[in-house]
């Protein structure tokens, strides 16, 4: 009998807060999917539908969300890095999730070229960064595409959507090559530490429930990621 492939569950954080990041989100997420062959399945915080509509039933959700999943995907585009994604990110470091930092954002928004972010998000471990400029593999496709229409089609703007989806495409393989590293990286938690490092992690954001089904909730988590030889 051929071996099922294994396949996991990306949490997607990023703004979401306006027509094109939900739909940026989106695109970004199914094109992962599909360069993927169903390897990553990214879970996008945008389609969490929670039981209350208040700020801490959604940041409770959100933390909840992230650490059941198997890796996660950070999106840091942005003149200033979304502040719940960086605590995502550092939560998701907490827990030893294996992570990918993505900016797509041609702006350098912090110290550093090769990571072009605040300095106190780098040098993590199980970590990879994607940074794609995405605006110059825009254009370049854009005059591409260009040379191969007529000028009715060009002057109309059909084009756009086109260009944009090669784009995201090219971004998603990029993610997906770093996912799979990520993912091959062994654990940096010692064995030793990750029941307790767990059971902390089920108080650190004081979530709202009981201690005691908390903690089974977390214990629950971990058990899940052992299983899949992710911690």
Known sequence: MKKKKQSYTVYF??????????IGNAWLAEAIYEKSHGKYRC?????????GRGARAIR???????????????NYDGPDLDSGTVIEFMFAKFADIPSVLLRTDLR??????????????????RTATVVVPSLFDYRG??????????DAL???GQHSSAVAQLVCERV?????????????LEPAMPKYLREEAYHWLSMLPALRGKQKTLRKEFEGYLEHKVERDLL
């Open 13 to 22: 954080a990023g703004e979401l807060f306006s027509l094109k990041h939900l």
């Open 43 to 51: 879970l996008l915080p945008q389609d969490f539908v929670w039981r």
């Open 60 to 74: 409770d959700g959100n933390i909840r969300a992230l650490v059941a999943c198997d890796l996660a995907l950070f």
């Open 108 to 125: 350098n928004a912090g110290d550093w070229k090769s990571e072009p972010w605040n300095l106190m998000s780098s040098g993590f471990p």
């Open 141 to 150: 496709h854009l005059v591409n595409r260009h040379r191969r229409l007529d």
């Open 154 to 156: 060009r002057l109309a």
């Open 172 to 184: 998603a393989a990029q993610c997906v090559r770093a996912l799979d590293r990520v993912v091959a």
